[in-house]
């Protein structure tokens, strides 16, 4: 079940972060697309009852507000305005850019485009900019997308940037190089708005850390680290996505939580259920909403 996960390393439960000026909890999660799950993604273990969006939406909202986030950054969103509508009355407000030819369009009974989103607590932060980008690839727009926000901590006048992206699915050389150049895009996005502010860039980038972006995101001037590598004498956990379609079981880690190492700490991670608590017909099920585990870091503000 979900409450098996556990934050290593810091305190259990919300009012520590929620109330601590110099804390961040980020939330990164692939949420899985409401029509790529149901129609197109073929997860052949996983009961059709699981992917109903009346039962589906009310997991989607627990595994989110269960660790109290700062801040939530999400992808595969085609259900931003049911987001928006409850995550409000806990607290957040958000903002959502669509794919520019999303799949989801394409599919009979769909609710729109899929994209990016970010939530924030209107209590702790201010929004100062916010900027989208279709990241290109050559120059030439792609079909995967970025969303940045920066925000200022009220309390104490700190601004942070917040990013965070879905990149180019699918495996091959070709599309690692494709991952790769959006990856140089996405450091020109960062330098062109960022600044000198702390970064936490995250997101699903379809990539495994053998994959040249992984490099690319980790060597630049941002002096950017993952948190969860951090966190876990530097190795990456070994599954951050764990479903069987036809073609069989994929198990591996392609979603990060990336920071600016000389400006933030990493105080902890959240863990990611086991295989035994997962079950043999792995997610979405009707345990996990999404075929993608939910990131949770805490970071501590040291600039
Ligand atoms: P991507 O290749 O980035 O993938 C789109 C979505 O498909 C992602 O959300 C991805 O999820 C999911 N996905 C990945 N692998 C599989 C799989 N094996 N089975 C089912 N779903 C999967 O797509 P683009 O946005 O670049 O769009 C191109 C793709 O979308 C084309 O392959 C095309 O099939 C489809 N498309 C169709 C259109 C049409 O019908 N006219 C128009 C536009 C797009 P995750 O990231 O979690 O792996
Ligand atoms: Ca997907």
């Known amino acids: 079940s979900l409450k098996a996960r556990k934050l290593s390393g810091v305190s259990e439960g919300c009012s520590d972060y929620i109330s601590n000026p110099l804390s961040l909890r980020i939330f990164q999660w692939n949420v899985l697309s409401q029509s790529l799950g149901q129609f197109n993604d073929n997860f052949v273990k996983c009961p059709d009852e699981a992917l109903e969006w009346h039962n589906r939406r009310f997991h989607m909202i627990e595994e989110i507000i269960e660790y109290c986030p700062d801040i939530i950054c999400l992808q595969e969103v085609d259900h931003f305005n049911f987001l928006r509508y409850v995550l409000n009355t806990q607290g957040y407000t958000g903002m959502f850019f669509p794919k520019p030819d999303s799949p989801c369009i394409y599919i009979d009974g769909n609710n729109g485009p899929d994209g990016c989103a970010i939530f924030y607590r209107k209590d702790k ?10 990241l290109e690839i050559w120059r030439v727009q792609s079909n995967q997308v970025a969303m940045l926000m920066i925000l200022k901590v009220l309390e104490t006048g700190k601004e942070i940037c917040v990013v965070t992206t879905h990149l180019k699915a699918r495996k091959g050389a ?12 996405l450091l020109n996005f960062l330098s062109t708005h960022c600044g000198d502010r702390p970064v936490i860039l995250c997101g699903d980038f379809n990539a495994e850390p053998t994959e040249p972006i992984y490099s690319t995101l980790l060597n630049n001037k941002f002096n950017l680290s993952s948190a969860y590598a951090d966190c876990k004498s530097s190795e990456e956990p070994p599954y951050t996505t764990w479903k069987i379609r036809e073609e069989g079981e994929v198990c591996h880690t392609i979603d990060y939580v990336f920071y600016t190492k000389d400006k933030l700490e990493v105080d902890a991670v959240l863990e990611f259920p086991t295989g035994d608590e997962i079950g043999p017909d792995r997610v979405p099920s009707n345990n996990y909403p999404s075929d993608h585990f939910s990131l949770v870091c805490d970071f501590k503000l040291s600039y």
Not at 125 to 134: A, F, H, N, Q, T
């Open 174 to 185: 070709l599309l690692a190089t494709l991952r790769n150049e959006q990856g140089r895009d």
């Open 125 to 134: 932060y201010e929004l100062v900019k916010k900027e989208s980008r279709i």
